[in-house]
């Protein structure tokens, strides 16, 4: 397992309360496939029906934005962490 | 306008500042001729405004409209026990000066809306964005691209903060770092879900750092940058942020060119409460004392069951729905509640969607205990 895919707090309670998944994957997409596969419930927390990433759910690819570079299908290598980071708006 | 002088009294007291080269005498002259907005005076605003004014920043405005609540101190230490049940403002504005007389402050008590936010920015040089919404967050957002403050933004959930600075010329705005809102109910409010007291503390004093970096001009800015902190692992992670060359209100095609109707943005006008058929906790009560049938599901954590519950209620977290709701007989009628009413109209959703019988208490168990029974502890 050689990519590591970290999830926030808010997210852990639908992937058995944990906050690392490794996976093996080419690509961003292939890598949340490869964790919706263990944690199904993840799926409709972080895509919408039409298989897009959410516009409140930011992927990183190490410190990049998915998103800057090819989105989904944006390249991943041995060693890269994917970071989720849904928008938050607490303050009180 | 004419630039205010440090007093002997002040020099004094901003000593420590003083003998910084990179602040200096004529940094905290800056200091004292600038002003910052806080919106909000909560747990980011509570450490925010405090560092403010003992930095010696001259005007600090406050946007709010509360009142200070006993489960507000566990975090918004700007009050105290002294001052719950009164005005937010009044509370802060009397810390704000028992600590340093040299400020002055500026109370705004009203609901940021769209038709007040530009006039309340354009009197200010930074504007530092506390709030607890979706809707006010873009709202604060879009005024400060449209007025051309800076948004020192922090944003805290549970265990977790992010940091930014937004709206700077060449920088990006928090709509090129989400274009859109979640949907209402989809992520849970810090009421709900809770936060770490000491949270706010570290991310409100982190907003404080880079308002007081902009008005001094010193540093490199949080912008085009992304802090993430994480309380339990105790790590920060720093991500970029790219401004979007399509963002309907930062790019050079902008289509906003004045504040919009928020609360229709965040989806709040289709509340799912208007569908949802819901009782009152008076309603309740006289079902159960009528010894109706049917059963009181609870959709709450367990962690919450425990410190507060209703007789004869069946615990089935929202979370577990999907996957538990089978246990509960098609043919009864289901009463369903949680703390404030959000989580369980969600689960009456979802359990009418699947053919039952679901009715959604209003307010939840926090009503429950403020007009049916007070020895149900409020959290």
Same mark, same amino acid.
């Given at each position: 397992?050689?990519?590591?895919i970290r999830?926030? +707090?808010?997210?852990?309670?639908?992937a058995?309360?944990?906050?690392?998944?490794?996976?093996?994957?080419? +690509?961003?997409?292939?890598a949340?496939?490869?964790?919706?596969?263990k944690?199904?419930?993840?799926?409709?927390?972080?895509?919408?029906?039409?298989?897009?990433?959410?516009?409140?759910?930011?992927?990183?690819?190490?410190?990049?934005?998915?998103?800057?570079?090819?989105?989904?299908? +944006?390249?991943?290598?041995?060693?890269? +962490?994917?970071?989720?980071?849904p928008?938050?708006?607490?303050?009180? | 306008?004419?630039?205010?002088?440090?007093?002997?009294?002040?020099? &004094?007291?901003?000593?420590? !500042?003083?003998?910084?080269p990179?602040?200096?005498?004529?940094?905290?002259?800056?200091?004292?001729?600038a002003s910052?907005?806080?919106?909000?005076?909560?747990?980011?605003?509570? $450490?925010?405004?405090?560092?403010?004014?003992?930095?010696?920043?001259?005007r600090?405005?406050?946007?709010?409209?509360?009142?200070?609540?006993?489960?507000?101190? %566990?975090? %918004?230490?700007? !009050?105290?026990?002294?001052?719950?049940?009164?005005?937010k403002?009044?509370?802060?504005k009397?810390?704000?000066l028992?600590?340093?007389?040299?400020?002055?402050?500026?109370?705004?008590?009203?609901?940021?809306?769209?038709?007040?936010?530009?006039?309340?920015?354009?009197?200010?040089?930074?504007?530092?964005?506390?709030?607890?919404?979706?809707a006010?967050?873009?709202?604060?957002n879009?005024?400060?691209?449209l007025?051309?403050?800076?948004? =020192?933004?922090?944003?805290?959930?549970?265990?977790?903060?992010?940091? &930014?600075?937004?709206?700077?010329?060449?920088?990006?705005?928090?709509?090129?770092?989400?274009?859109?809102p979640?949907?209402?109910?989809?992520?849970?409010?810090?009421?709900?879900?809770?936060?770490?007291?000491?949270l706010?503390?570290?991310?409100?004093t982190?907003?404080?750092?880079?308002?007081?970096?902009?008005?001094?001009?010193?540093?490199?800015?949080?912008?085009g940058?992304?802090?993430?902190?994480?309380?339990?692992?105790?790590?920060?992670?720093?991500?970029k942020?790219k401004?979007?060359?399509?963002?309907?209100?930062?790019?050079?095609n902008?289509?906003?060119k &004045?504040?919009?109707?928020?609360e229709a943005?965040?989806?709040?006008?289709?509340?799912?409460?208007?569908?949802?058929?819901d009782?009152?906790? %008076?309603?309740?009560?006289?079902?159960?004392?009528?010894?109706?049938?049917?059963i009181?599901?609870?959709?709450?954590? $367990? !962690?919450?069951y425990?410190i507060?519950k209703?007789?004869?209620?069946t615990?089935i977290?929202?979370?577990?729905?999907?996957?538990?709701?089978?246990?509960?007989?098609?043919?009864?009628?289901?009463?369903? !509640?949680?703390?404030?009413?959000?989580?369980?109209?969600? =689960?009456?959703?979802f359990?009418?969607?699947?053919?039952?019988?679901?009715?959604?208490? =209003?307010?939840?168990?926090?009503?429950?205990?403020?007009?049916?029974?007070?020895?149900?502890p409020?959290?």
């Amino acid at each position: 397992m050689s990519i590591e895919i970290r999830l926030p +707090t808010a997210l852990r309670a639908f992937a058995d309360k944990q906050e690392k998944i490794g996976v093996d994957a080419g +690509t961003v997409g292939e890598a949340l496939e490869q964790m919706f596969s263990k944690h199904e419930r993840l799926r409709q927390q972080l895509m919408s029906a039409d298989g897009k990433l959410r516009s409140f759910v930011n992927v990183y690819v190490n410190d990049d934005d998915a998103r800057d570079k090819q989105g989904l299908a +944006t390249a991943v290598k041995d060693g890269d +962490t994917i970071l989720i980071v849904p928008a938050i708006a607490g303050g009180r | 306008m004419a630039q205010l002088e440090l007093t002997t009294a002040e020099k &004094a007291r901003y000593d420590r !500042h003083l003998i910084m080269p990179e602040v200096g005498p004529e940094g905290q002259k800056k200091l004292k001729n600038a002003s910052v907005l806080c919106v909000g005076a909560g747990g980011l605003g509570s $450490p925010l405004a405090l560092y403010l004014a003992a930095a010696g920043v001259g005007r600090i405005g406050i946007v709010d409209f509360d009142v200070v609540d006993e489960s507000n101190l %566990q975090r %918004q230490i700007i !009050h105290d026990t002294q001052s719950v049940g009164t005005s937010k403002l009044e509370s802060a504005k009397k810390r704000l000066l028992a600590l340093n007389p040299f400020i002055s402050v500026e109370l705004h008590e009203t609901r940021l809306t769209s038709a007040n936010a530009v006039e309340l920015f354009k009197k200010y040089d930074v504007i530092a964005d506390g709030t607890d919404n979706f809707a006010t967050r873009y709202l604060v957002n879009d005024a400060c691209v449209l007025t051309g403050r800076p948004n =020192a933004y922090g944003s805290i959930f549970r265990f977790e903060g992010q940091l &930014a600075v937004f709206g700077l010329k060449d920088g990006p705005c928090y709509r090129c770092l989400y274009p859109e809102p979640p949907p209402p109910g989809l992520v849970p409010s810090c009421a709900e879900a809770g936060v770490l007291g000491v949270l706010p503390g570290v991310i409100g004093t982190m907003q404080a750092i880079e308002a007081l970096k902009l008005i001094l001009g010193i540093g490199r800015p949080l912008s085009g940058r992304l802090m993430l902190y994480d309380a339990l692992e105790q790590s920060w992670r720093t991500l970029k942020v790219k401004k979007n060359p399509a963002c309907p209100v930062c790019s050079e095609n902008a289509t906003i060119k &004045a504040p919009i109707d928020y609360e229709a943005f965040c989806g709040l006008k289709e509340k799912p409460t208007m569908s949802i058929p819901d009782i009152s906790v %008076q309603d309740l009560k006289a079902m159960l004392d009528k010894k109706e049938k049917f059963i009181l599901v609870d959709v709450r954590e $367990p !962690h919450e069951y425990e410190i507060a519950k209703i007789a004869g209620s069946t615990l089935i977290p929202l979370g577990k729905l999907p996957e538990r709701y089978g246990e509960l007989d098609k043919g009864a009628k289901l009463i369903v !509640h949680c703390k404030m009413g959000g989580r369980s109209a969600k =689960a009456v959703q979802f359990l009418r969607e699947k053919g039952y019988d679901a009715t959604n208490v =209003a307010g939840g168990i926090n009503a429950w205990s403020e007009s049916i029974d007070p020895s149900v502890p409020q959290y």
